[in-house]
């Protein structure tokens, strides 16, 4: 204790943090990396299997991309309601005439000053010979059979490739998943989604963490370079979102310590991460991911598990409400996007959202480029006139715009029990049948009796709530029921994940939080607090500080101990020094 607090932050790091692999699972990008590194990896998580199916990919296990009637009445209803409050016309008004047109068809030749932050993506290289691990859509136009298409390009490089000796990579993981041919012989899987494990009857458990197994060992060995016999003297940090339940997290670090042979482990929670991760030690945490926004009071390092909430969209959801804006304007050209069967298409929207999309009063339109990807083909670009962009991000406080059960959560049949990472259940001392195996998973059939020794609680939904995000964080915040905690959270709100990356996005936060506060409250002030790193990074950063900093207490879970003895049951008192801690962090960040 003497040493850490006499030593320099840099030093605590270099020494601690060599070893130390610090792993933030989300539910469409993992966020990975050693703790020396300064910024982790950030990779799609998920994967393509080669299949010997010859129709086409399935992208999504249980897909529903059925709207029906009435939610696109309430989208349009929510649209108008927007428009309004931006004061841009309505969804079935004509926008005052423009000297540029809002088609301008597709462009012939390359233009770098419009497209220097849209280029068009590549097809990803299927075969396991040696050349580069991707190719330019134009070379992947190549048929199959490794023959060109187009008889004048046919040469010697067409001859060099025998087509039987090409072979198809067993799978292939992160970005380069994503930018495969639906046409293709692969079928990409997605292990976690909408903050679970993406479990369901076509979808088992097994293959869930299977896939889990096959993206992190990939990560490791491909980015990390770790390899399997070097693990043992390795250490995970696992900074889990709130949205997993127990028995999830309990499977994830079976992995981690079982699987992938990690020493030891240790769990924290995203959001009390994130809060280290800006060097506070109280806040009211708001993680808007891809696919939902959780959000949880801090208070002194400690999280207030009744404050806990689920928002179940994200920014996935803002860039389907982009392109929906555009197709209802007939602004996007006449070509075949879907964002739930061609991944790639998703890439290129997200770049789009991430570029143009904003908040702000009055019209917002843009002059871009957008591509379309046509089987195995070259992309086509299209210069276009894009409008109404600081409407799709609006979706966050009015999100029936989002019409978010397009993309329901995984179904949650599976699960005995609705343990709740927050309420500490996880350090009960669970007693063990004599007859269970020592082993993990004892049979080659998936099963796991291990579970059934454990008692089953009665059944608690999680706190999954259809509102708007302003309202989300003022009853977050109220929840507490302290008149003293809720003015300090109410002024140290802290955007997280690549959605706090919007511009304007702060500024409404505040605006529409003040206006859903209650009248009968005796609160004035609404502050979100700037993010001293880059807020998809925050939680990762405060994973690599609480793992450095808590190193040598009984939270860390051994690879021995839990093969052998199942559930760890470590300290209720895991942030009992939280002051001491934060100061840690504060001296970490200021370093």
Not at 215 to 231: F, S, T, V
Request: glycine letters at 6%; charged letters at 25%; hydrophobic letters at 35%.
């Amino acid at each position: 204790m003497d040493y850490l607090k006499s030593a320099l932050p840099s030093q605590i790091i270099s020494e601690r943090g060599s070893n130390l692999v610090v792993i933030n699972p989300g539910s469409a990008n993992i966020r990975i990396g050693l703790a020396s590194q300064d910024t982790p990896f950030n990779i799609p998580h998920c994967i393509a299997r080669h299949t010997k199916q010859t129709e086409g990919n399935v992208i999504d296990q249980m897909l529903n991309s059925h709207v029906v009637p009435e939610q696109h009445k309430e989208r349009e209803k929510a649209y108008n309601t927007i428009a309004s409050l931006l004061k841009i016309p309505f969804l079935d008004e004509e926008a005052p005439s423009n000297s540029i047109p809002r088609k301008m068809g597709r462009v012939d030749g390359h233009n770098p000053h419009i497209i220097r932050k849209n280029l068009p993506f590549t097809w990803t290289n299927l075969y396991e010979e040696a050349i580069d691990s991707s190719v330019s859509l134009e070379t992947s136009s190549k048929g199959e059979n490794g023959e060109s298409s187009d008889p004048k390009e046919e040469g010697a490089d067409s001859k060099d490739i025998n087509a039987s000796e090409r072979k198809f990579k067993e799978f292939i993981c992160g970005d380069e998943a994503l930018r495969i041919s639906p046409t293709e012989p692969y079928c990409i899987c997605r292990p976690i989604r909408r903050g679970h494990l993406n479990i369901s009857q076509h979808y088992s458990m097994q293959q869930v963490l299977d896939d889990l197994h096959t993206i992190w060992d990939w990560i490791l060995i491909e980015k990390l370079h770790i390899p399997r016999n070097e693990r043992n003297m390795y250490s995970a940090v696992l900074v889990m979102p709130e949205t997993f339940d127990n028995r999830e997290i309990k499977e994830i670090i079976s992995l981690v310590l079982r699987e992938l042979c990690f020493g030891s482990a240790v769990v924290h929670q995203e959001g009390i991460a994130a809060v280290f991760g800006n060097g506070l030690s109280t806040a009211c945490v708001v993680n808007i991911g891809a696919q939902v926004t959780s959000l949880i009071c801090i208070e002194d390092g400690g999280a207030l598990p009744s404050t806990g909430k689920t928002l179940p969209f994200g920014g996935e959801d803002i860039t389907r409400g982009l392109l929906w804006t555009q197709r209802h304007h007939q602004t996007w050209p006449q070509i075949r996007t879907d964002v739930f069967r061609k991944p790639v298409d998703l890439l290129m929207l997200n770049q789009l959202k991430e570029t143009y999309c904003e908040i702000k009063e009055e019209e917002l339109d843009a002059v871009a480029v957008v591509h379309s990807y046509e089987d195995r083909g070259p992309p086509v670009s299209h210069k276009i006139r894009l409008t109404a962009l600081n409407v799709p991000p609006m979706g966050l406080f009015y999100p029936k715009l989002l019409v978010p059960d397009v993309y329901p959560p995984p179904p949650r049949t599976w699960f005995h029990d609705y343990e709740d990472m927050l309420e500490d259940t996880w350090h009960i001392d669970f007693s063990r049948r004599s007859d269970m195996s020592d082993t993990f998973y004892p049979n080659v059939n998936g099963g796991l009796p291990m579970w059934e020794s454990y008692p089953i609680f009665s059944a608690k939904p999680k706190k999954e709530e259809k509102v708007g995000l302003a309202e989300a964080i003022t009853n977050c915040i109220l929840s507490t029921g302290r008149i003293d905690i809720q003015r300090k959270l109410f002024c140290s709100i802290q955007l997280t994940g690549g959605v706090a990356l919007t511009r304007g996005l702060v500024a409404a936060v505040e605006e529409r939080v003040l206006q859903a506060i209650p009248p009968n409250e005796a609160i004035d002030t609404v502050e979100v607090l700037q993010s001293r790193t880059n807020p998809t990074f925050v939680s990762w950063k405060g994973g690599v500080i609480l793992g450095v900093l808590d190193l040598g207490r009984d939270a860390w879970i051994s690879r021995e101990d839990w093969i052998h003895n199942g559930i760890h049951v470590g300290s209720s008192k895991k942030y009992k020094d939280s002051y001491y801690l934060q100061a840690q962090a504060m001296c970490y960040m200021n370093s």
